[in-house]
């Protein structure tokens, strides 16, 4: 009795260890999201700004820098119609996929992807993610694909899954031009609260962040009120990635 007692008592001490030890990651894993936010204000302003823009509200935005009451307001959907021609020949030209093998030894592989790749596409409805990133390039200047495994497509056996990611809902390394080479990376969604809850029951009652995402100027009135921050963190370390 002893012996399992104390056995007990070591994972509990183990358990209490493990735990402080992720409250100090998380810790950090704040601050450092914290700091990316922060050195990419400029970048998220002018996304909302080019939004306005692209929804014909460009004077409100010069107004507030340059303009007088008195200057003249000319009215011209020139820039959406650009950006509507520019994004059907964009569709026009959509891409298929061509796996070339980079030695002899690839070939046999090289096709397998070919029969495969296209299925993926074709499962995720890729054609119209396509077409979404291609507003924000036209709008934005760039767009990022979100490449991950759905554990609940298929009825439960999982598939690949591709999504756009808003560029204002994702937080990279300041100064780094490809963000796969970012040391962290972290995805911010807003959740229903009460739908997390149902997921984690264990965190009934913890007390909530409060980071804050940037948003678009909309034209319904959008509650946040209930909804909370979901952070997915994606990091390296030495010899490992989980990005």
């Given at each position: 009795m002893d012996e399992i007692r104390n056995q007990n008592l070591q994972q509990e001490s183990e358990s209490v260890q493990q735990a402080e030890i992720w409250k100090a990651r998380i810790m950090e894993a704040t601050r450092i999201l914290e700091k990316y936010?922060?050195?990419?204000?400029?970048?998220?302003?002018?996304?909302?700004?080019?939004?306005?823009?692209?929804?014909?509200?460009?004077?409100?935005?010069f107004e507030a820098k340059t303009m007088s009451k008195n200057d003249p307001r000319p009215t011209s959907a020139w820039l959406f119609n650009s950006i509507n021609n520019k994004h059907?020949?964009?569709m026009d030209n959509y891409p298929e996929p061509n796996v070339l093998p980079r030695?002899?030894?690839?070939?046999?592989?090289?096709?397998?992807?070919s029969d495969i790749i296209p299925v993926v596409l074709e499962?995720?409805?890729?054609?119209?993610t396509y077409s979404d990133a291609w507003w924000d390039k036209l709008k934005g200047g760039t767009a990022a694909y979100g490449v991950f495994w759905n554990k609940t497509l298929l009825n439960g056996l999982g598939d690949v899954d591709v999504k756009v990611l808003d560029l204002l809902n994702i937080f990279w390394e300041p100064g780094i031009q490809d963000i796969q080479k970012s040391r962290n990376l972290f995805i911010v969604e807003l959740m229903d609260q009460d739908v997390l809850m149902e997921q984690y029951p264990q965190y009934k009652g913890e007390k909530n962040?409060?980071?804050?995402?940037?948003?678009?100027h909309y034209d319904?009135?959008?509650?946040?009120?209930?909804?909370?921050?979901?952070?997915?963190?994606?990091?390296k370390r030495a010899g490992c990635s989980t990005m």
């Amino acid at each position: 009795m002893d012996e399992i007692r104390n056995q007990n008592l070591q994972q509990e001490s183990e358990s209490v260890q493990q735990a402080e030890i992720w409250k100090a990651r998380i810790m950090e894993a704040t601050r450092i999201l914290e700091k990316y936010k922060q050195g990419k204000k400029n970048l998220e302003t002018r996304l909302i700004e080019n939004e306005e823009y692209w929804k014909l509200n460009h004077w409100a935005q010069f107004e507030a820098k340059t303009m007088s009451k008195n200057d003249p307001r000319p009215t011209s959907a020139w820039l959406f119609n650009s950006i509507n021609n520019k994004h059907a020949d964009a569709m026009d030209n959509y891409p298929e996929p061509n796996v070339l093998p980079r030695e002899e030894s690839d070939k046999s592989t090289a096709s397998k992807l070919s029969d495969i790749i296209p299925v993926v596409l074709e499962n995720n409805e890729f054609e119209a993610t396509y077409s979404d990133a291609w507003w924000d390039k036209l709008k934005g200047g760039t767009a990022a694909y979100g490449v991950f495994w759905n554990k609940t497509l298929l009825n439960g056996l999982g598939d690949v899954d591709v999504k756009v990611l808003d560029l204002l809902n994702i937080f990279w390394e300041p100064g780094i031009q490809d963000i796969q080479k970012s040391r962290n990376l972290f995805i911010v969604e807003l959740m229903d609260q009460d739908v997390l809850m149902e997921q984690y029951p264990q965190y009934k009652g913890e007390k909530n962040g409060n980071f804050q995402i940037s948003e678009y100027h909309y034209d319904d009135t959008v509650d946040t009120t209930d909804k909370v921050a979901v952070v997915d963190w994606y990091y390296k370390r030495a010899g490992c990635s989980t990005m």
